[in-house]
Nanobody
Framework: QGHLVESGGGLEQPGGSLRLSCAAF????????MSWYRQAPGKQRELDAY???????DYGNFAKGRFTISRDNDKNTVYLQMNSLTPEDTAVYYC????????WGQGTQVTVSS
């Protein structure tokens, strides 16, 4: 049974950067569609970014121009580099493998506040 473990969240000031990591276990990672979602308090979960097995990426509106998703197939890890953070980025960030009915991580809290 596969699972995902996120790390890298925390408290950051507006304008700062964070890098989230998601390590995959028990999943054929190199063939997996990997995604990052966010869920802000009181809101639905939203897609921030995805990366295909071939390395094609796309981003949600919140992430475009500020966030970068990448993957390291040797380490079975996907990353989300988040720059120019704003308080609106405060959310729990979830890693996902292979879509809604695939695997989800437990989430990592990101708080952007001065």
């Amino acid at each position: 049974q596969g699972h995902l473990v996120e790390s890298g969240g925390g408290l950051e000031q507006p304008g700062g950067s964070l890098r989230l990591s998601c390590a995959a276990f028990g999943i054929t990672f190199k063939f997996a569609l990997m995604s990052w979602y966010r869920q802000a308090p009181g809101k639905q979960r939203e897609l921030d970014a995805y990366i295909t097995p071939g390395g094609t990426t796309d981003y949600g509106n919140f992430a475009k121009g500020r966030f970068t998703i990448s993957r390291d197939n040797d380490k079975n890890t996907v990353y989300l580099q988040m720059n120019s953070l704003t308080p609106e980025d405060t959310a729990v960030y979830y890693c996902n493998a292979n879509g809604e009915h695939g695997h989800w991580g437990q989430g990592t809290q990101v708080t952007v506040s001065s």
